[in-house]
């Protein structure tokens, strides 16, 4: 008996090794893997206005040409509108930092004249515009950083779209010697699709609206604020979050707390429709991980893919689940990623 629970032990310390080697070189071969997992990105978005495409009896290589036309193009359109805002940004950033400065001396003589003693020196040291920029700084280098292999993306795009004509067929013959069944791999292939499509939708329609608030506030940057909460809608959790603090920050050093509070106000608007109505009455069916996992699973996939990661941590984590799950002996790891307490 001994014997048996050492031989567990072993084996589960193998299994951990093991799932740390892989994690290391999943790590190390991130430069090669996020082009293509970016691609897989783009092609999954793009089935939908395929098929569409080929119901109306368009040829399959002229649909499939449209769409990396129009892959292309915005591409580039999201390229140029980041890099240019970006850079008029960084150009301005000087004078939001001297109006935000001035605002916290007023601030810090406001608080004076009620009895409240604040020094203006470790105010300022931690209000620093240049810091709660950084994060989202980042974000959109390492955004722009990809969209440089955007002719790469494209080709790769081509062929996964080329194929997926031929790929039911070849996963009936790999399913029959695999331990994964057909219907859980339609299961993957399902919940993906559209889990991406109808997140796309809704971070449209999030950046449009947004867009066009803050550009009738007269907030500067309104577009790439847009294009930010587009973006980081894809973020499960935190990226609401992050999108809406560089918009607010602005609305303060331009106007003052009055328009903060309105910016805030829009924020929370977006946040209550998209998260508690739009998503839940269009997605279906709850994707089945815990609201720990989804989180945890953005810090991992960030941390090993960068932004792309962030972006698809909860399609690689719903097929890990699946995965995990059709395997008698790591089973016990889908049910601990997943949200419900019974079985299966």
Known sequence: MMEGKQRNNNSVIVNLASLVIVIAGLKLAAPVIVPLLFSVFVSIIAIFPLFWLYKKGINKYV???VLIFAIIFTGLTFTFILGTSINKFVNTLPKYDALLKDDINKFVVFMADYGIDINKST???YVNPSSAFKL?????????NLLTNLFLIAFISVFMLIEISS???KLNIILKESHISKKNMVQIAESIKNYLFIK???SLMTGVFVTVSLYLLKIDFAVLWGVIAFLLNYVPNIGSIIAAFPASLMALVQYGIGRLLIVIVIYLIVNIVVGNII??????????????VVFLSLILWGWMFG?????LSVPLTIIAKIILYESPDKKWIAILLSDKLEDG
């Open 279 to 292: 998503e839940p009455r269009y997605m279906g069916k709850e994707l089945g991980l815990s609201a720990l």
């Open 63 to 65: 649909a499939i040409s």
């Open 123 to 125: 105010l300022i040291k």
């Open 200 to 202: 796309t939708i809704v």
């Open 167 to 169: 790929l039911p067929h």
């Open 307 to 311: 932004i792309v990661g962030m972006f």
């Open 136 to 144: 989202i700084g980042n974000l959109l280098s390492q955004l722009g």
